[in-house]
């Protein structure tokens, strides 16, 4: 038994972990094929880095002001020619700042083009393999969850860029630039106590935020809950009607969101910790240093700019890691979310494509179950040791009770899941040995419930080829007997179907799905109940259509009403997942089993 498709994994707490999807975005960053988006990314790295020099320099320009200020003497005007040197000084100061501000712009205007690059690269690869995934998978997935999964993914990728990489990597630089600077213009203990300070305050910060993450995981928790639960009810709008279920699903919403409030109001009463003691450690330091630059004036070892210059380059540090705490809160879930993302990436589909799968061209549309067994679940076997044989061109219907698995057969033949024993084979291929999509390009089908996008009909119909033109639509509309009733439609064609193709009555949506599968024009045909949402006029009508459709290619018909399948060559009657009885209707009559009886019961009904 092969074993089920472990969802997706959570993520493991350790940062390296998470870091390690950091660098999967490398690639993105640095992409191979765009070697003007290498230029931009190293030239943004450059200007960060430069950016920081000026602003730690700039300061000292004005230090240097104040101290010229104080020990002019003579000079009456800043204008003045021999107050010209003050006045560059500032203007130096005020320069440079300005010059800062053109830096960051600038970094912003090379990096963004890349940041949104790797942001749509990585969004559309993680779309495409949620499409390569298997049924399965999406069957047991909350669909609002995935696009979430997504959404959250993305955003993090910018997120990380904007903080890791312009915001506290390059505070930190700048901090390592400070303190030197300290240590080379005035003193030892101005780097060694700036360093400290900070290097305590992202301790602190990082501590706290720690033990408040966990109220933070709840209130995303309870928020992911809530988002389910509200979607979940929402498309479920009209059976919430039915049920007057109004109260029930808002007490149910309430409850989720009520979980999240709780851990809202802890996450922000916690926050008050972090902000005081963040600022104790902030003004400590700078008190330190402050008394220190007192001290070494008084002793005449520094000058009054300089108490001025290092208390700029302080605030400046400061600034940045005001935020430190939601920025650190935010890299860790946003590498969290990032990697939820990476890890759905590596899931691998369950239903795979061989390395030497080879497409399968010109079918003839021949199928073969061999002994075939299946089950969606471990501890429930659905079909069990079936076999049957359409030729080419046939017309083979498979009838049985409700549950038998005749529905199943159509998933399988479409490859939605690999099978667990025996063979399925199309002109004489193994189909596990040909391309899922070469198959399902071959294979057409109108299935039993049929949903449509939330698109016009034209749109809908026109799915199963982009490249049909109206009149080929309007010809397999008229064949599935919508034509009319479309151009009836104050919008024709353009008619919008609503949600899920909600907007239609469930005739209308399989008349649709005939249109789309005759228009498919596909070898194989399966028809799943294709025309029990009609009436019989309506039915009767459409199954000249299906008649002349099934004409010249294979065709699986599952059918409740036997009287449609009287003709079809071969009867296949499925029981408990079995293969109960196989014939013409004639031949299975004669028989007097499972076939004959159910006959009888319809004859019964239609007197
Ligand atoms: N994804 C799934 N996971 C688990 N069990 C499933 C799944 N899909 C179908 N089943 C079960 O497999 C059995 C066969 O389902 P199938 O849809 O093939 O029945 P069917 O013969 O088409 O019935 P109906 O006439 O009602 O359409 C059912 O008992 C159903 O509960
Ligand atoms: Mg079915």
């Known amino acids: 038994m092969r074993p089920l498709e472990t969802s997706e994994k959570l993520p493991e707490e350790s940062l390296i972990y998470q870091l390690k999807s950091f660098f999967r975005l490398w690639p993105y960053l640095w992409?191979?094929?765009?070697?003007?988006?290498?230029?931009?990314?190293?030239?943004?790295?450059?200007?960060?880095?430069?950016?920081?020099?000026?602003?730690?320099?700039?300061?000292?320009?004005?230090g240097r002001s104040v101290d010229a200020v104080e020990n002019a003497s003579g000079i009456t005007s800043v204008f003045s020619s021999s107050g010209l040197f003050i006045t560059a000084l500032i203007l130096g100061y005020g320069g440079l700042r300005f010059v800062s501000v053109l830096i960051s712009e600038a970094r912003e205007y090379l990096f963004t083009p890349v940041g949104q690059y790797a942001q749509r690269s990585v969004a559309t690869a993680t779309f495409a393999h949620l499409h390569k995934l298997s049924l399965r998978y999406h069957?047991?997935?909350r669909t609002g969850g995935l696009s979430r999964m997504i959404e959250r993914g993305i955003r993090s990728i910018d997120f990380l860029f904007r903080f890791l990489l312009f915001n506290i990597g390059p505070t930190l630089l700048q901090l390592a630039i400070a303190g030197a600077a300290f240590w080379l213009a005035y003193s030892f203990e101005f780097a060694l106590i700036a360093v400290a300070t900070v290097l305590l305050y992202i301790w602190f910060t990082v501590v706290t935020t720690e033990w408040r993450l966990k109220f933070r995981r709840t209130m995303n928790a309870k928020d992911t809950d809530a988002n389910a639960k509200a979607i979940d009810s929402l498309l479920n709008y009209e059976t919430v009607k039915y049920f007057s279920a109004e109260g029930f699903e808002t007490s149910r919403y309430d409850a989720a969101m009520e979980g999240y409030q709780q851990a809202a109001i802890k996450s922000r009463t916690s926050l008050a910790t972090v902000n005081i003691g963040q600022s104790f450690l902030m003004n400590a330091g700078l008190i330190g240093m402050m008394l220190?630059?007192?001290?070494?004036?008084?002793?005449?070892?520094?000058?009054?700019?300089?108490?001025?210059?290092?208390t700029l380059v302080m605030m400046q540090v400061y600034r940045p890691l005001n935020i430190l705490g939601f920025a650190y809160r935010e890299i860790k879930q946003a590498l969290t979310d990032m990697e939820k993302m990476f890890a759905l990436l590596d899931v691998e589909p369950e239903v795979k494509d061989r390395t030497d799968a080879k497409d399968i061209v010109d079918a003839k549309g021949a199928i073969r179950f061999e002994n075939v067994?299946?089950?969606?679940?471990?501890?429930?076997?659905?079909?069990?040791?079936?076999?049957?044989?359409?030729?080419?061109?046939?017309?083979?219907?498979?009838?049985?009770?409700?549950?038998?698995?005749?529905?199943?057969?159509?998933?399988?033949?479409?490859?939605?899941?690999?099978?667990?024993?025996?063979?399925?084979?199309?002109?004489?291929?193994?189909?596990?040995?040909?391309?899922?999509?070469?198959?399902?390009?071959?294979?057409?089908?109108?299935?039993?419930d049929t949903v449509l996008f939330n698109d016009t009909i034209g749109y809908n119909i026109a799915y199963a080829n982009p490249k049909a033109n109206q009149a080929e639509i309007e010809a397999v509309a008229k064949a599935a007997q919508i034509h009319d009733?479309?151009?009836?439609?104050?919008?024709?064609?353009?008619?919008?179907?609503?949600?899920?193709?909600?907007?239609?009555?469930?005739?209308?949506?399989?008349?649709?799905?005939?249109?789309?599968?005759?228009?498919?024009?596909?070898?194989?045909?399966?028809?799943?109940?294709?025309?029990?949402?009609?009436?019989?006029?309506?039915?009767?009508?459409?199954?000249?259509?299906?008649?002349?459709?099934?004409?010249?290619?294979?065709?699986?018909?599952?059918?409740?009403?036997?009287?449609?399948?009287?003709?079809?060559?071969?009867?296949?009657?499925?029981?408990?997942?079995?293969?109960?009885?196989?014939?013409?209707?004639?031949?299975?009559?004669?028989?007097?089993?499972?076939?004959?009886?159910?006959?009888?019961?319809?004859?019964?009904?239609?007197?």
């Open 31 to 62: 992409p191979k094929d765009k070697p003007g988006f290498k230029v931009r990314t190293f030239l943004a790295l450059i200007l960060t880095i430069a950016g920081q020099f000026i602003l730690v320099g700039a300061p000292f320009f004005l």
């Open 485 to 607: 009733f479309i151009q009836g439609l104050p919008e024709g064609y353009k008619t919008k179907v609503g949600e899920r193709g909600l907007k239609l009555s469930g005739g209308e949506k399989q008349r649709v799905a005939i249109a789309r599968a005759l228009l498919k024009d596909p070898a194989i045909l399966i028809l799943d109940e294709a025309t029990s949402a009609l009436d019989s006029v309506t039915e009767h009508s459409i199954q000249d259509a299906l008649d002349m459709a099934a004409k010249d290619r294979t065709t699986l018909v599952i059918a409740h009403r036997l009287s449609t399948i009287v003709n079809a060559d071969k009867i296949i009657v499925l029981r408990d997942g079995a293969v109960a009885e196989i014939g013409t209707h004639a031949e299975l009559l004669s028989k007097n089993g499972l076939y004959t009886e159910l006959w009888a019961q319809q004859e019964l009904e239609a007197q």
């Open 292 to 310: 220190l630059a007192a001290q070494f004036i008084l002793g005449g070892k520094m000058s009054i700019g300089a108490m001025t210059t290092i």
């Open 139 to 141: 069957l047991e997935k």
């Open 373 to 448: 067994d299946f089950r969606y679940e471990a501890e429930r076997p659905i079909l069990k040791n079936v076999s049957f044989n359409i030729n080419p061109g046939e017309t083979v219907a498979v009838v049985g009770p409700t549950g038998a698995g005749k529905s199943t057969l159509s998933r399988i033949l479409f490859r939605f899941y690999d099978i667990e024993s025996g063979a399925v084979t199309v002109d004489g291929q193994n189909i596990q040995d040909i391309t899922q999509d070469s198959l399902r390009k071959i294979t057409g089908i109108v299935p039993q």
